[in-house]
C-alpha cells in the first residue's frame, strides 16, 4: 500500500516537472505575443478616427482579454481542470460584482461615452460643476484638465448620469459682460459705449455685438452687452473687453453704480 502511494507521487511530480517547462515556455512566449499585440493595436487607434481619449480605455480591456486567455492557456498545459476554473471563476464574479458595483459602474460608464460620444479629446466641458479639457477617458474615470493645469478624475459612472456641458462642438461661444450705470447717466449714452468697448480683436460680426438694458435695480440700472466669439478666443475677449469697459466708461464719465442709500431728514 505505501510503495504503491510513493510510486503515484514519484508519476504526479514528474508529471507535474514535465508540464511545467512546457508551460513556463508558453507563458513567457505569451508574454511577448501580447506585448507585440498590444503594439499594434496602438498603432491602429493612433491612425484610426477614434477619439485619442478613448485609446487608453481599449487597451486596457484588450489587455486584460489577452492576459486572462493566456492564464487559462498555461493552467491548461499544467494539467489543471480549466473546466473547473471557469466554473469557479463564474462564481467569484458573481461574489466580486456584488461587492464592487461603483467600480463595475464606472467601467460599464466608460462604454457608455464611447458608444455616445457627448464630447472628444481636446474638448473643453463642465461635468458634475467641474471645467476643464478631456485629456482621457479611462476604465473608471475621464479625466479633466482645467485651466490652471490641474487634473479632475471624474468617475464615469457621475459623468454618465450628471450633466454635460460641451463648450467646444459648435465653435463659438456667446459671453455676456453685465454693468450697472447710475440712474443719471443717460441709457443710450452707456449702450454707445457698451457696443464700442465690445469692438476688440477676435469678436465676431456675426452676430452683431447687441447692448441694451437687462433690468431697473434698486440703485442702478443693469446692462448687457452680449458678442460672440470662437470658443478658443473666449476667455481673451473676456478680459479685453472688461478692462475696455472701464477706460470707455471713465472717458466718457459713465459713472458705475454700486449699492447705496439716500437718507432724507426733515
Known sequence: MLENIQIWAQSLGALALGNLVPAIILLVLGILVIRIVMAVVGKALAASKLEKAAHSLIKSLVSVVLYLILGLMVADKLGIDVTSIIALASVLTLAVSLAIQNALANVIGGFTLLYTHPFHSGDFVEIAGKSGTVQEIGMSYTVLATPDNKLISIPNSSVVAGDIVNYTVTGTRRLDIKVRAAYCVPTQKVIDALLQAGTVDNVLLDPAPFAAIENYGENAIEYVLRVWTKTDDYWDVN???????????????IKMSYPHMYVHMK
Open 239 to 253: 478680459y479685453a473687453i472688461n478692462q475696455n469697459v472701464k477706460n470707455i466708461f471713465d472717458a466718457q464719465d
